[in-house]
């Protein structure tokens, strides 16, 4: 640092200022210092930084269910808006999703030194576990779970409105017969796109099946889509908890001679990459993952500096594709 300082003509104090992006430096001092730094190959002494701050400018993120779509994705932008922050992450993904794998999780992100943590929370059992052993941690959840009378922070799609726009969508085409194909029973986001698939119906005077494929797997749903297909002909569209899920159905309805649109339409829920190379290509619910992930560190940042806790709920986009059409005749 004073290496820096003596190579633009400023005080240390200034460039301890610029590294820590204090608003008392004019932009072109600022300008120089980063120049200085650049040229000079300056890097930050983190553990120094601790010492005097009293924090290691580390974020820890506990991740269940790491091996889907949604938390991996949500995962990568936390590193990323992070390290653009200046805070590292240190990860903790435990290879189940029960209470006491999770609990353990968070204790492992504790002892090593993180100033708050990030976690991505699909049920009752991981929120319950991560808020008790987090304990007064700043705490920013990615989950629909009810978090009343805690002070933790959610940041969330409407998981709920993002199901009524894809039902909605199938009845403005003329379906009256919608079935509804669920993940698994103990999910949060399973149970509110079931809400909001029931809401959009009952408001429309509908009913329609439901079935749980009791995960969010292709194989799952495209055992039970067949089955659904085979045994109701008047059925006329399919909404699905989530595009693998969609995939399935897709190979169902192929198999039976379903052909889709002009048979039977189906809606997915996420948009991955690769759900418009679908065939057809899918008609689905596009989540912002990667800037709630965003979203979820900025809160966190807030909260490590005082602030208070918030909840954040982003509305979703349906993407229309060529998987759905108006019924038959």
Same mark, same amino acid.
Do not use: C, F, W
């Given at each position: 640092?004073?290496?820096?300082?003596?190579? /633009? +003509?400023?005080?240390?104090? *200034?460039?301890?200022? !610029?590294?820590?992006?204090?608003? %008392? !430096?004019?932009?072109? *001092?600022?300008?120089?210092v980063q120049a200085a730094m650049a040229e000079i190959g300056y890097r930050r002494n983190r553990s120094a930084r601790a010492l005097v701050t009293n924090r290691t400018f580390t974020i820890g993120a506990l991740v %269940?269910?790491?091996?889907?779509? +949604?938390?991996? *994705?949500?995962?990568? %932008?936390?590193?990323?808006?992070?390290?653009?922050?200046?805070?590292?992450v240190t990860v903790s993904a435990p290879e189940t999703s029960t209470a006491k794998a999770t609990a353990s999780a968070i204790s492992r992100l504790i002892d090593l030194g993180v100033d708050g943590i990030v976690a991505i929370a699909p049920t009752r059992s991981v929120l319950a576990a991560t808020i008790t052993a987090a304990a007064d941690m700043p705490l920013v959840a990615l989950t629909s779970g009810d978090v009343s009378g805690t002070d933790v922070s959610t940041i969330d799609i409407d998981q709920i409105e993002g199901a009524r726009l894809a039902v909605r969508h199938l009845i403005g085409l003329g379906h009256q017969k919608i079935a509804f194909l669920a993940g698994p029973e103990d999910d949060f986001h399973a149970e509110c796109r079931l809400e909001g698939w029931k809401q959009a119906m009952t408001a429309a005077g509908l009913d329609g099946p439901m079935i749980s494929a009791g995960s969010w797997l292709p194989n799952d749903s495209y055992r039970l889509a067949k089955q659904f297909l085979s045994d109701d002909r008047s059925l006329t569209a399919l909404f699905t908890a989530n595009d693998h899920m969609a995939l399935g159905a897709l190979r169902a309805a192929h198999e039976l001679g379903r052909s889709v649109p002009e048979m039977v339409s189906v809606v997915g829920f996420d948009d991955i990459p690769g759900a418009s190379h679908f065939i057809?290509?899918? *008609?689905?619910?596009?989540?912002?993952?990667?800037?709630? +992930? %965003?979203?979820? /560190?900025?809160a966190l940042v807030n909260r490590i500096g005082g602030g208070e806790p918030e909840t954040r709920l982003i509305r979703p986009r349906l993407i229309e594709r060529a998987s759905t059409a108006a019924p038959p005749e």
């Open positions: 640092m004073m290496d820096v300082a003596k190579h /633009v +003509g400023v005080s240390h104090q *200034t460039v301890s200022r !610029v590294i820590n992006n204090h608003p %008392a !430096v004019k932009d072109d *001092t600022r300008q120089r %269940a269910n790491s091996h889907l779509y +949604g938390p991996s *994705t949500a995962l990568m %932008a936390i590193e990323r808006s992070a390290h653009a922050q200046g805070y590292s057809p290509p899918l *008609t689905t619910v596009r989540q912002q993952i990667g800037v709630i +992930g %965003a979203m979820a /560190v900025d």
